[in-house]
């Protein structure tokens, strides 16, 4: 790494860690907010509470999930486990993204991993929500989730691209393929 490169090089990498950064503490606020879901709900209702007697949609929607999330957990306190499992899960891809933020080169794949999760967002909503009964406008806002994980991701694959580029290849990207576990040529030809 020459002298004028090495500052491009920094900048690439501070790029690709602030997007991941970004998504790390998005995971992390979401997975920490989907264990208090029933209070979180009386809250918010009581922050959109319409000025009119007739409420908004969104004002009537917040209720209606509210209700329904107290009536489930009174009745049914067990169906709340599997919202503690998808807060978990939210941490532990959290978690993943600790290698990348380390070494954003050598963790490209979790990045791509994450870029792919974030297309697959949209394809949950917007199949799986009308099914549920999930209005358009709260399946939109789901996307949405998508949209804004997949924009530092791409970021940040974008700054890991250019970093790889400037370097060459990584002494671990050319051992032979013995060491890798894979087949050689020779011995999947002779096959």
Same mark, same amino acid.
């Given at each position: 790494?020459?002298?004028?490169?090495?500052?491009?090089?920094?900048?690439?990498?501070?790029?690709?860690?602030?997007?991941?950064?970004?998504?790390?503490?998005?995971?992390? $606020? =979401?997975?920490?907010?989907?264990?208090?879901?029933?209070?979180?709900?009386?809250?918010?209702?009581?922050?959109?509470?319409?000025?009119?007697?007739?409420?908004?949609? $969104?004002?009537?929607?917040?209720?209606?999930?509210?209700?329904?999330?107290?009536?489930?957990?009174?009745?049914? +306190?067990?169906?709340?486990?599997?919202?503690?499992?998808?807060?978990?899960?939210?941490?532990?891809?959290?978690?993943?993204?600790?290698?990348?933020?380390?070494? +954003?080169?050598?963790?490209?794949?979790?990045?791509?991993?994450?870029?792919?999760?974030?297309?697959?967002?949209?394809?949950?909503?917007?199949?799986?929500?009308?099914?549920?009964?999930?209005?358009?406008?709260?399946?939109?806002?789901?996307? =949405?989730?998508?949209?804004?994980?997949?924009?530092?991701?791409?970021?940040?694959?974008?700054?890991?691209?250019?970093?790889?580029?400037?370097?060459?290849?990584?002494? =671990?990207?050319?051992?032979?393929?013995?060491?890798?576990?894979?087949?050689?040529? =020779?011995?999947?030809?002779?096959?």
């Amino acid at each position: 790494m020459t002298r004028e490169t090495a500052p491009q090089e920094r900048l690439l990498l501070r790029r690709a860690r602030v997007g991941i950064g970004i998504v790390i503490a998005g995971l992390v $606020l =979401s997975g920490l907010t989907a264990f208090p879901l029933e209070s979180e709900l009386r809250l918010l209702t009581q922050l959109t509470t319409p000025a009119r007697d007739s409420g908004s949609a $969104l004002h009537q929607w917040l209720c209606q999930v509210r209700d329904a999330l107290a009536d489930t957990n009174a009745r049914y +306190p067990f169906l709340a486990y599997g919202t503690d499992w998808l807060a978990f899960a939210h941490l532990v891809i959290a978690f993943a993204f600790v290698g990348p933020l380390r070494d +954003p080169v050598r963790n490209a794949w979790v990045i791509v991993f994450g870029l792919v999760a974030c297309a697959g967002v949209p394809l949950l909503a917007l199949i799986a929500g009308p099914a549920r009964g999930i209005p358009l406008g709260w399946r939109l806002v789901d996307c =949405s989730f998508g949209v804004a994980c997949a924009l530092p991701l791409a970021v940040s694959l974008r700054a890991v691209r250019r970093l790889e580029a400037r370097s060459g290849p990584r002494p =671990s990207d050319a051992r032979p393929a013995q060491e890798t576990g894979w087949p050689t040529e =020779s011995a999947r030809s002779s096959v």
